[in-house]
T-cell receptor, first 113, second 113 residues
Framework: DGGITQSPKYLFRKEGQNVTLSCEQN?????MYWYRQDPGQGLRLIYY???????QKGDIAEGYSVSREKKESFPLTVTSAQKNPTAFYLC????????????FGQGTRLTVV | KNQVEQSPQSLIILEGKNCTLQ??????????LRWYKQDTGRGPVSLTI?????NTKSNGRYTATLDADTKQSSLHITASQLSDSASYIC????????????FGTGTRLKVLA
């Protein structure tokens, strides 16, 4: 069953802790993305990767880190430096290029307690 | 500044009725425009993708239009169903190699029985 899987669906974190969100895809897509969604705002790009072992900062990368050691996986770490981490995080993948369709995971809702 | 604006912010209609959602954008250069449907707490799912040369595209009861001259798009939903209740997000993809996705804030549609 092909697709893009995010885990966990819900995540609670204490202030000052780092936490890692998982994103895996078996679509053989080259490009992967992380977005953050807040109420009343459009999705904002955190990081993206167009190929293994390479990634670029998006519009709101501060306080986040990523890795792309495997084509299928693009984990996002929310560090303690992120001032307002409570949000809905979405991972997406695409074959690459402007005309290709982006497929989204089901999201992870992170809450800082 | 590259922006995507959607209207209305929210909409309530009765089951069986039609509705039209609007999207205006200022993104330049332009590659393509997409409409996504996002159920609450889930990832967005693609409905349509239109390039500069396309002015209409249908996907079942969903019909998207694009006027690249006025930089406007609309999503028309015919014979609405309860399952159409969701947020509808307009996304414009920039051109010239950037392929950056610019997301609108979405229209939240509620269909009542």
């Amino acid at each position: 069953d092909g697709g893009i899987t995010q885990s966990p669906k819900y995540l609670f974190r204490k202030e000052g802790q780092n936490v890692t969100l998982s994103c895996e895809q078996n679509l053989n897509h080259d490009a992967m993305y992380w977005y953050r969604q807040d109420p009343g705002q459009g999705l904002r790009l955190i990081y993206y990767s167009q190929i293994v072992n390479d990634f670029q900062k998006g519009d709101i990368a501060e306080g986040y880190s990523v890795s792309r050691e495997k084509k299928e996986s693009f984990p996002l770490t929310v560090t303690s430096a992120q001032k307002n981490p409570t949000a809905f995080y979405l991972c997406a993948s695409s074959k690459g290029g402007a005309g290709t369709e982006a497929f989204f995971g089901q999201g992870t809702r992170l809450t800082v307690v | 500044k590259n922006q995507v604006e959607q209207s209305p912010q929210s909409l309530i209609i009765l089951e069986g009725k039609n509705c039209t959602l609007q999207c205006n954008y200022t993104v330049s250069p332009f590659s393509n425009l997409r409409w996504y449907k996002q159920d609450t707490g889930r990832g967005p799912v693609s409905l349509t993708i239109m390039t500069f040369s396309e002015n209409t595209k249908s996907n079942g009861r969903y019909t998207a239009t694009l006027d690249a001259d006025t930089k406007q798009s609309s999503l028309h939903i015919t014979a609405s169903q309860l399952s159409d209740s969701a947020s509808y997000i307009c996304v414009v993809v920039g051109g010239s190699g950037t392929y950056k996705y610019i997301f609108g804030t979405g229209t939240r549609l509620k269909v009542l029985a």
